[in-house]
Nanobody
Framework: VQVVESGGGLVQAGGSLRLSCTGSGLRFDEHTMGWFRQAPGKEREGVSCINWSGGDTYYADSVKGRFTISRDNAKNTLYLQMNALKPEDTAMYYC??????????????????WGQGTQVTVSS
């Protein structure tokens, strides 16, 4: 099983980035998928998660209204559109796959598969 993120980078505050995550070796359309992030010295936190159909989503309070999660099961790909980025969004962003509902995956991190991460840096 492989879960591979892409799309990170350096952006100024107020800017946008779109992260992508492609899964292989797993039944992508049977998994709840999520984005997590970890800043230096902090615990990994659930940012946004989405169930297998895309009909159920969860967002951390800190990103509500700025980030949008989506998925394309035909392409085995998960996305995270990040707008109005802030310096505090700076972190390594990880894609993950699990079986629980979206909120449970994000809040309790019962992840089956993790990606290697992609760095997002927001300058002030």
């Amino acid at each position: 099983v492989q879960v591979v993120e892409s799309g990170g980078g350096l952006v100024q505050a107020g800017g946008s980035l779109r992260l992508s995550c492609t899964g292989s070796g797993l039944r992508f359309d049977e998994h709840t998928m999520g984005w997590f992030r970890q800043a230096p010295g902090k615990e990994r936190e659930g940012v946004s998660c989405i169930n297998w159909s895309g009909g159920d989503t969860y967002y951390a309070d800190s990103v509500k209204g700025r980030f949008t999660i989506s998925r394309d099961n035909a392409k085995n790909t998960l996305y995270l559109q990040m707008n109005a980025l802030k310096p505090e969004d700076t972190a390594m962003y990880y894609c993950a796959a699990g079986y629980s509902d979206s909120e449970y995956l994000c809040r309790w991190k019962n992840v089956g598969y993790w990606g290697q991460g992609t760095q997002v840096t927001v300058s002030s």
